[in-house]
């Protein structure tokens, strides 16, 4: 189980080109990659975009590529021979038109302009690319590590606070069991102050407790929440990126837990239903930060 947060960065060379790549990624319901790279190298945004989509399923991750090319590499010498040629041809006609002394030397026709001429070279695509994607696999394993490490912690402390929930829930399921004798009883002694001598009717008393009692029930409600606790341990385990399909169960234990503190007549089961929905949305502002 990966966070969504995470960190990586390389510097390696490869070819002669200086390659660094830094990416970051936050919190995001959908897969969202941005690129930065040198304006020269526009051609790599999507080959960087698809790298990152084969490794993520949600967040917001930047990818920055800087590249810097040393100077052997960037510059070809060439020589202009015809242009040579012709200077040689032109200098030679001038010694003997004019008889002149000495001889045509190199160290002269390189003086003459263009005929050693530097241009820097253009590395193709697929050299770029491949000088690019060790950096970029580097930095991935980087950025991996930390989104793994996070992904584990957060993901023991989320089994933590469903074990919190399923004793909250047990404490809850024994107090129910108290609700109706309790209700029961007060009820009894509430229509004997009011009728004082007066025959008590047991059979309207037991048909009203006996409405209170089906009003009340909450043993579909925590069958219901056990189930999802187990669910719950099994993503948070077994499923490399849960947060989507932790998110709709924790959506369905606040359900479950609202329903119960509608039914509940007892201020004890209350009290435990807000500890319950605050431990709930503890756990959802914690899924928001898994893949």
């Known amino acids: 189980m990966n966070s969504m ?9 490869c070819s002669g080109h200086e390659v660094t790549v830094e990416m ?3 919190n995001h319901r959908f897969l969202e990659v941005g690129v930065k790279y040198p304006r020269a190298y526009g051609f790599l945004e999507e080959s960087v975009r698809q790298f990152m989509q ?14 810097e090319t040393s100077s052997e590499e960037a510059v070809d010498m060439q020589v202009d021979h015809a242009l040579a040629a012709r200077y040689i041809a032109a200098m030679r006609e001038l010694k003997k038109t004019h008889k002149l002394a000495g001889k045509v030397e190199l160290s002269a026709v390189l003086r003459y302009p263009d005929v050693l001429v530097s241009r820097k070279t253009e590395a193709s695509r697929e050299e770029i690319w491949a000088a690019v994607l060790p950096a970029l696999e580097a930095a991935a394993a980087d950025f991996e590590t930390m ?5 584990a912690r957060l993901g023991k402390d989320m089994l933590q606070k469903v074990d919190e929930l399923e004793g909250y829930v047990a404490q809850v399921e024994a107090l129910a069991e108290k609700v109706v004798p309790q209700y029961r009883e007060k009820l009894y002694q509430r229509v004997q102050e009011l009728m004082g001598d ?4 047991e059979g309207r008393l037991l048909t009203e407790v006996a409405l209170m009692a089906d009003k009340a029930a909450i043993d579909e409600e925590v069958t219901r929440l056990r189930s999802h606790f187990v669910q719950a341990r099994s993503l ?14 924790i ?22 239903v807000v500890e319950m929905k605050g431990l709930i949305e503890k756990l959802r502002e914690q899924i928001q930060n898994i893949e």
Do not use: W
Request: a positive charge; aromatic letters at 4%; hydrophobic letters at 35%.
């Open 24 to 26: 970051r990624a936050v």
């Open 251 to 272: 959506q369905e234990m606040n359900r479950e837990v609202n329903t119960i503190g509608s039914k509940a007549n007892d201020l004890q089961i209350t009290q435990l």
């Open 5 to 13: 947060t995470g960190y990586g960065r390389c510097r390696m060379n």
């Open 236 to 249: 948070l385990t077994e499923v490399a990126c849960p947060g989507k399909k932790m998110d709709f169960l």
């Open 54 to 67: 084969g490794r993520m399923n949600r967040g917001k991750v930047d990818v920055f590529v800087g590249i």
């Open 198 to 201: 007066a025959h008590v009717d």
């Open 147 to 151: 989104r793994a490490a996070e992904g």
